[in-house]
């Protein structure tokens, strides 16, 4: 790196080192055709503008200004995962947890709308329409896609299904759904097997489900169905909250195998259970692009890395961070990518001047909302041994509490400006 210690690095959130050019390429991904931006000089390309992606753009540019970033992805503004819950029972509005791209434009990060078709790893190249870019390293952070193909009946009905794991118009539409529903309706939410994103996310949506129709719809019903033999994160603190929620019947060990929306039913292996509101988390996997560069390991679901660098171990040059890898020990959270994205575009800016990597190991602080004005947490630290990620201590709120949820619109804003500013 050139004038940056590692710990003005590490501290570094609002304060920029160099401006380079800002904005995006324009064009339309009908008219990229060929090599429609030639690199001049030593380029990194970020697809996926999340919480691994839009940190990773950020803090090479951070590092390094001579290094020219190109961020592409598909939206045009970030919307946050974390927080959405709270759209489900209105507390919160989408509005309130979309940020704009325009902090890295003003770092000099370069911005593409659009979708990258294809990764060739041999010519170092990315497709985007018609056209290519060319990467001297590529940090991909393509988050989640979901195995529709495992529920039978889901692919036909995939589009109007909600899942609502991807903040934004599904969320909108999923609270719309809840507001209409008539009083004495049933709400059914699925969980799906480990490993997921957001381990406590669905046991957060049923406590703001059940808080929202325990004031608003006392007779209606929360339930769910989780193919997991328990709750899977601050199991303790959870149950602990339920019992504000009569309304909750959870029936763990019940994974979906189908669905009719004819009939308005959900099967599992033991059951059939009617629904008015549906609410179906399918199973998931590393984003599509992730699995046409034959990232994915031998599960077939996440990708493998080195746990220093996050380079793939399948396809060298490529750095793949978030929700994508396979992660273990740690959770597929925000604060977990937008750790990976840090050390990764450490590593990167370290190789591409030809220094030594430094060890990062990452962090994790996750906030679950239980009602309308309490939140719970938990806290784990790792360390780096023997190239693997160990964790070395997890610390959990002691019970629920405003406090904790003061804490955790301080941390949302100072996560937000962390990656985006």
């Not at 791209?101 to 190249?125: H, M, N, W």
């Not at 299904?161 to 999923?174: D, F, I, M, R, S």
């Amino acid at each position: 790196m050139k004038g940056v210690t590692r710990r003005q690095f590490l501290r570094s959130s609002s304060v920029g080192l160099g401006v380079g050019l800002a904005g995006g390429l324009a064009g339309c991904a009908a008219s990229l055709k060929g090599d429609f931006a030639p690199k001049s000089g030593r380029r990194v390309i970020v697809i996926g503008g999340g919480w691994g992606g839009a940190t990773a753009a950020r803090y090479v540019r951070l590092a390094d200004p001579s290094i020219e970033v190109i961020l592409i992805e598909p939206n045009k503004e970030f919307v946050s995962c974390p927080f959405s819950n709270l759209v489900l029972s209105g507390l919160r509005t989408i509005e309130s947890l979309t940020q704009p791209y325009d902090g890295l434009r003003r770092r000099g990060v370069k911005f593409i709308q659009e979708s990258v078709t294809a990764i060739e790893p041999d010519t170092k190249r990315v497709r985007v329409g018609e056209g290519y870019l060319v990467y001297d390293r590529l940090v991909v952070s393509p988050g989640i896609d979901f195995q529709w193909e495992q529920i039978e009946g889901l692919p036909a009905v995939k589009d109007t299904v909600l899942h609502a794991w991807k903040a934004g118009p599904q969320t909108v539409e999923l609270a719309r759904q809840i507001q209409a529903m008539p009083d004495g309706g049933n709400f059914v939410l699925t969980v799906p097997p480990v490993a997921y994103r957001c381990p406590p996310g669905p046991y957060e949506r049923i406590c703001q489900v059940a808080w929202y129709l325990k004031t608003n719809k006392p007779k209606s019903k929360v339930i769910v169905l989780d193919a997991n033999q328990n709750i899977v994160s601050k199991t303790a603190l959870f149950r602990a909250a339920w019992q504000a929620y009569p309304n909750i019947d959870y029936r763990a060990s019940n994974k979906v195998t189908g669905i009719d929306t004819s009939t308005r039913e959900v099967r599992t292996d033991f059951d059939k259970v009617k629904y008015d509101v549906l609410n179906l988390i399918p199973p998931q996997r590393a984003g599509a692009i992730a699995v046409q560069a034959d990232l994915v390991g031998a599960d077939k679901r996440w990708c493998e890395v080195d746990h220093v660098t996050y380079e793939s171990v399948k396809q060298k040059g490529i750095h793949v961070v978030g929700d994508a890898t396979i992660g273990l020990p740690v959770p597929k959270s925000g604060n977990v990518a937008n750790n990976m994205g840090k050390a990764a575009a450490l590593s990167i800016v370290s190789l591409l001047n030809g220094q030594t990597v430094p060890i990062m190991p990452p962090g994790n602080t996750c906030y679950s909302w239980v009602s309308d004005r309490e939140a719970i947490a938990v806290v784990n630290a790792y360390k780096i041994e023997n190239g693997k990620v160990v964790q070395i201590e997890q610390k959990l709120t002691p019970a629920q509490s405003a406090s904790v949820a003061q804490r955790a619109e301080g941390w949302r804003q100072s996560i937000w400006a962390d990656m985006l500013s």
